[in-house]
């Protein structure tokens, strides 16, 4: 059976620490908590589940940091988690069955990393991870910022245990901060990965103009990743969609269709433009099919996990209704209430529709139940909101 040594980097943590290591304390072996220069009572919360605690000089630098924690290890394997990381009490019992049955050979286990949830609680958005890796293999993490385990090579096991990443507050400043001191001093010109997290961060900076000019550099070279590439045009649709320059954004969702089978998060951004342009027919063709597709077996990207649930229900419901087609309309307002009970919006659709066919089965009438106010998508976290 395989040991774990959780290693965490960590600074000025109070507020969430305790929530982290109350959550997976007993599911390791060893814990090491890597301090970068807390000025809070971080080490003294850190202290009630372990006497292992180092310090470690903060360079700008998270791969240093966590490759300095993985050093500190001492059992056959080593998981990392953030202060603001989380596993849930499903995920718990799942992952004592995961260690029971595991391997002593296994050199990483993937897990999924769920990074938003909608109203309900329910996963928004997520990717997987290498989360635990064997120590004797001598896995390095690569990147000042945006760091990466480099897993190229072993025996890996792809879990459905996940971790939920419940963050506290906005780290956008210190990233952007990072890559001025680290890479791009001088004028440098980013490649890679690397101008693939920058654009991201412009984004977050809502700098969508120098985001895109990032993003249409990244996606020309032919060396990236597929997945990579595919995830950069789906960004600048984004950009695209903040610019309101509708044409480039549809034009940049159809080009991410180039490297494999349509996935039901590009289908609905698709679908959504559609929307936007009043081609409610072309916009229900598209989500429909987003319902017909499986999740990724194997991916690593960011994944708008509502795109698999209720977001094409909602939108179907907006775009039957636009079309006079209330029964269809009211149908995929309910499957959408199966995963959101409780949001207002969707209840205030379901008495709309059913007063709308209540007229209907009496008499012709042309009233919309379904107008401008209906939940019109936007961000994961925000219950019944849509996709760009």
Avoid at 203 to 218: I, K, L, R
Avoid at 254 to 262: E, G, I, K, R, T
Wanted: hydrophobic share 40%; with cysteine.
């Amino acid at each position: 059976m395989i040991t774990i040594s959780l290693c965490m980097i960590v600074k000025n943590e109070e507020g969430v620490l305790a929530r982290c290591l109350d959550s997976v304390a007993d599911l390791v072996d060893e814990i090491n908590i890597i301090d970068t220069g807390s000025t809070d009572a971080t080490k003294a919360i850190a202290a009630r589940y372990t006497d292992r605690i180092f310090d470690f000089e903060w360079i700008d630098d998270f791969a240093a940091a966590r490759n300095f924690a993985f050093e500190q290890a001492t059992c056959s394997h080593m998981m990392w988690l953030d202060a603001d990381d989380i596993m849930l009490e499903k995920d718990r019992e799942a992952f004592k069955k995961l260690v029971a049955k595991m391997p002593d050979d296994i050199d990483s286990i993937i897990m999924e990393y769920h990074l938003a949830f909608d109203k309900a609680g329910n996963p928004a958005a997520g990717a997987r991870r290498n989360r635990i890796v064997r120590r004797e293999k001598g896995y390095r993490w690569y990147n000042p910022i945006h760091e990466y385990l480099d897993v190229t090579e072993g025996k890996v096991y792809v879990s459905e245990v996940a971790i939920s990443h419940e963050r506290m507050g906005d780290h956008s400043a210190r990233n952007m901060e990072i890559f001025k001191k680290k890479l791009l001093q001088g004028g440098a010109k980013l490649e890679s990965r690397n101008q693939l997290y920058y654009a991201n961060e412009l984004v977050d900076q809502q700098m969508y103009t120098e985001a895109a000019e990032q993003y249409e550099q990244f996606v020309r070279n032919e060396n990236e990743t597929a997945e990579d590439r595919m995830f950069a045009y789906s960004k600048l649709a984004e950009c695209y969609h903040h610019l309101n320059q509708k044409q480039k954004k549809m034009q940049s969702l159809l080009l991410a269709l180039q490297f494999a089978v349509p996935r039901a998060d590009h289908c609905c951004s698709i679908g959504y433009s559609f929307e936007e342009r009043g081609q409610y027919d072309a916009a229900v063709h598209w989500y429909e099919l987003a319902l017909t597709l499986p999740k990724p077996q194997y991916h690593m990207g960011l994944l708008n996990l509502v795109c698999w649930t209720w977001m094409p229900h909602v939108q179907l419901c907006i775009c039957y209704a636009k079309l006079g087609q209330i029964e269809n309309a009211y149908k995929h307002n309910e499957k959408a209430l199966a995963y959101l009970p409780d949001d207002v919006n969707l209840l205030d659709n379901k008495l709309r529709l059913e007063q709308a066919l209540g007229i209907a089965q009496t008499a012709e009438n042309n009233q919309e139940p379904i107008g401008e106010s209906a939940p019109q998508p936007d961000d994961p976290n925000g219950g019944t909101e849509s996709p760009c």
